[in-house]
């Protein structure tokens, strides 16, 4: 770690010191090279309390576990060139370890007629998990100014259409994604902002979306959070421990792709409208034949702990006990895995309806688009759950592979 750095609970006791000698003398170098355009080599302080590793073989924010807020936001990039763009992911990087490391941006300097280089809304606050997670869009290598068409995998494209869908293109696509997660919303939030400050010029915001989890917690025992339907998701997911598992579900492998996505990894990105009113007048065994478990544990119908294998074969009556139109049994009928790290939402009301504009942030990390293609177009029209949902928003991006200390986002792609 920089000698130089400077934490947030740091910065309350040093307010109200003056001058500039002072506040540089403490706090120092980071700000004054990054404000020159050079970016200081700041590593992750593993001394810090709640706070997530910056730097590794993967990004964060993926296989991170149990994440209660999100703060996921979709860009349009306006560099004027390749290099423009990389210095960017290079003061990112710098950016990113200091946040998630929950320091300041930037040394406050003592000129008070100059904005503060941090927003200053997480003072105070320690990192809450952060983790940052950055990926790039199609429409990126589309930009004829940067010179990345050769770059561009070929499973890199808009997500398919789906039956039923109807999308709003304000919530559609992007050249850019950044998803800050943490387990306090202002913390993601002064993150993404603070990030989208510092690339003014370069990057514009397209969309974005907030979300939460929510979960009982006994010592180190996470329960699986609910979603808004109040069934327990995320059961059904791969282990995110089990580390051959993940380099065959999550992690592009060498050969797989472009060179530089290697060790990194897909996310498709869908904001799902969930028509509470209409679940609400559903009966239980309506809303369970629709997931094919049981609201109140989890369990597979048929079954009784939360983990129990799903039985598609199990009959009662000569019919399925787990319907065959169920989510889970179509999700299930291709062999094809995922990894789920959705979030719930709730953005008001519908003016024009008066219903609630609620739903899902599903989002899915795959080593190939297609896995997910593949389980969405087995649900195709049989989804029982289609009856209760509308896909508002999609969208996709290639996320980097990890940072080396010294390295920087995305390196691999423009170097
Ligand atoms: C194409 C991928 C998927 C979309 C889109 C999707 C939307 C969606 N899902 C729920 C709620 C649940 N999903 C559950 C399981 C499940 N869902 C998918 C894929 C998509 N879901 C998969 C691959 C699975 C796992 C199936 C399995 O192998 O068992 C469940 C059951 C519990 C669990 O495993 O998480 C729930 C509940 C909603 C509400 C939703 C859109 C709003
Ligand atoms: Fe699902």
New binding site residues.
């Given amino acids: 770690m920089l000698q130089t750095q400077i934490s947030r609970r740091d910065i309350l006791k040093i307010a109200g010191v003056g001058g500039a000698g002072v506040l540089l003398g403490a706090s120092g170098l980071t700000g004054v090279l990054t404000a020159f355009g050079a970016n200081p080599f700041v590593d992750d302080d593993e001394s810090v309390d709640n706070k997530v590793n910056f730097y590794g073989k993967h990004q964060s924010g993926i296989l991170t576990k149990n994440p209660k807020h999100v703060y996921f936001a979709s860009l349009n990039c306006t560099a004027g060139s390749k290099a423009e763009l990389k210095e960017l992911f290079r003061l990112w990087t710098t950016y990113s370890v200091s946040l998630m490391n929950g320091q300041l941006v930037g040394p406050n300097s003592a000129n008070a007629l100059l904005p503060p280089p941090d927003t200053g809304e997480a003072a105070g606050l320690d990192p809450a998990h952060l983790t940052l997670t950055f990926g790039v869009g199609p429409s990126l290598f589309e930009k004829k100014e940067l010179g990345l068409a050769h770059k561009k995998p070929a499973e890199l494209k808009d997500l398919p259409h789906i039956p039923k869908d109807q999308l709003d293109p304000r919530y559609v696509g992007g050249d850019i994604c950044v998803q800050a997660c943490a387990d306090d919303p202002q913390v993601a939030f002064h993150a993404v902002r603070n990030l989208i400050r510092a690339a003014r010029g370069k990057v514009t915001l397209k969309w974005s979306q907030t979300g939460f989890n929510s979960y009982k917690q006994k010592g180190k025992k996470v329960e ?1 959070p ?4 109040a ?7 791969p282990d995110t421990d089990d580390a051959k598992e993940m380099d065959k579900v999550v992690w592009v492998q060498p050969g797989q792709s472009k060179s530089w996505l290697t060790g990194g990894t897909y996310l ?1 990105v ?1 904001r ?3 028509h509470v009113e209409t679940w609400d007048r559903t009966s239980l065994s309506g809303q369970e034949a629709t ?3 049981h609201r109140d544990t ?1 369990a ?1 119908l048929g079954k009784k702990g939360e983990f129990d294998e ?1 039985d598609l074969e199990l009959k009662e009556n000569g019919k399925p006990v787990v319907p065959e139109n169920s ?2 049994a179509l ?2 009928k291709v062999k ?3 990894l ?1 790290r ?1 979030f719930s939402y709730s953005d008001g009301i519908n003016p024009d309806t008066g219903a609630f504009d609620t ?2 942030l ?1 989002m ?1 990390f795959q080593q190939n688009p297609s896995q ?2 593949n ?2 177009k ?2 195709g029209r049989a ?1 029982k ?1 289609n009856e ?2 509308t ?1 508002r928003g999609s969208a996709l991006f290639a996320c980097f592979p990890g940072v080396k200390k010294g390295s920087f986002l995305g390196a691999e792609l423009f170097n």
């Fill in positions: 699986t609910r979603n808004l339907f069934f327990k998701d995320g059961t059904g997911n498709a869908r799902i409208q969930m997931f094919g478990r989890g597979p799903v989510h889970v999700a299930r094809d895995r995922i789920r959705s739903g899902l599903f899915s997910f293609i389980i969405q087995s649900m989804d759950l209760y949902i896909h």
